[in-house]
């Protein structure tokens, strides 16, 4: 083994490492700049945004691994958070009845999951039955849904969801609590954590998703349903940005129909930095939870430094072109290290 086979080994450790050794980078740089960066009340704070960035993340990475991208997730966020504020403030209203219908919590709590779940499945549907190219079909559902977040009260706030003890629809702001002073949002993060790696790692639906992202013509000759698992992770991302909604509602005590506006590119910041890559083939629940840390400490770092939200928005900008850019760097090495290896085993 050369010294240059070293090098290449060296770098590629590096390389897969990279989001960890940046978010280590960065908590280490904050923490010099702000001396108040790792107080608890900071903590707290920067671990609710982590959780709300790397669930819409998780939902993100099997859409992304497919060779997908989800631009709707925002403004499923804004949506969610509207009609849950929504029932819970004004009930469901049927008008051909005459009645006014109030849910529990729980109740609410699925209806909203399972918008969510329909949202995700008809961007699964208009891509893989009308062929439309990902991008342009939840760029269209991202207008639809802020739109209709909008219409559902005129552009104004829910700004009491406390519910009524009469009406038996309290305690949806525990969703927003904290609990042994970690936010409820954190728990619901690690729980889909683990749901998502078991899912791409031990069962077969991870399987078939990494093999359409990589090889779908491939996938589909080995009899595996391509269109199914498209519409299958689209409804994921939808579920996720769901949970997202109500979580973000919570925490405010209110629902604002541009709740979660640009938080997609959270998402994909969070995905691509995990070492999701692209194009689609590969991709780990792991890197990507990393991935939603690195994103978290970066926004509220700046933040407390008082930079400019415009510069915030540069800034995100130039990560995500960077991660994609290291993320070819890295495919383009491991095949030359592929390749020196099979001509040296000749």
């Known amino acids: 083994m050369n010294k240059k086979t070293n090098n290449n080994q060296l770098l590629m450790t590096l390389l897969k490492g990279r989001t960890f050794i940046v978010l280590i980078l960065l908590v280490i740089f904050f923490s010099v700049v702000k001396d108040n960066f790792l107080a608890p009340s900071t903590l707290t704070m920067v671990a609710k945004h982590v959780a709300l960035y790397g669930i819409l993340a998780l939902g993100m990475t099997f859409v992304i691994i497919t060779g997908g991208i989800d631009l709707s997730v925002g403004s499923v966020v804004g949506l969610v958070g509207m009609l849950a504020g929504g029932m819970i403030q004004e009930g469901l209203t049927l008008k051909f009845a005459g009645v006014t219908l109030y849910f529990s919590v ?96 031990k069962l077969p639906f991870g399987w078939y998703v990494l093999a359409v992202g990589g090889n779908e013509k491939s996938a589909r000759l080995s009899g595996i349903k391509a269109d199914k698992i498209k519409i299958l992770v689209y409804m994921i991302s939808g579920f996720c940005a ?20 640009g938080w ?10 995990g070492g999701t890559s692209m194009s689609g083939g590969s991709g780990t629940v792991l890197g990507t939870v990393v991935g939603a840390f690195v994103i978290g400490v970066i926004n509220d770092g700046m933040t407390m430094c008082g930079v400019s939200e415009f510069w915030q928005k540069v800034i995100r900008g130039v990560v995500i072109i960077l991660a994609v850019v290291i993320d070819q760097t890295q495919r383009n090495l491991q095949a030359k290290m592929a390749l020196q290896a099979r001509n040296e085993n000749k």
């Not at 509602?249 to 506006?261: I, K, N, R, V, Y």
């Not at 997609?264 to 930095?273: C, G, K, R």
């Open 106 to 201: 729980p109740m609410i709590v699925i209806f909203m999951l399972v918008v969510g779940c329909l949202i995700g499945a008809a961007n699964g549907l208009i891509i893989t039955k009308l062929n439309v190219a990902p991008f342009i079909a939840t760029l269209g559902t991202m207008y639809i849904c802020r739109g209709f977040a909008n219409l559902r009260s005129n552009g104004a706030t829910f700004s009491d969801i406390a519910g009524y003890e009469g009406l038996g629809n309290t305690g949806f702001k525990a969703l927003g609590s904290n609990f042994a002073s970690i936010p409820a949002g954190v728990y619901v993060f690690a729980i889909l954590a683990v749901i998502a790696a078991v899912l791409l790692k």
């Open 242 to 261: 769901a949970w997202v909604g109500m979580i973000n509602t919570a925490q405010l005590s209110a629902a604002h129909p541009a709740s979660g506006d």
């Open 264 to 273: 997609e590119m959270n998402a994909i910041a969070a995905t691509v930095l």
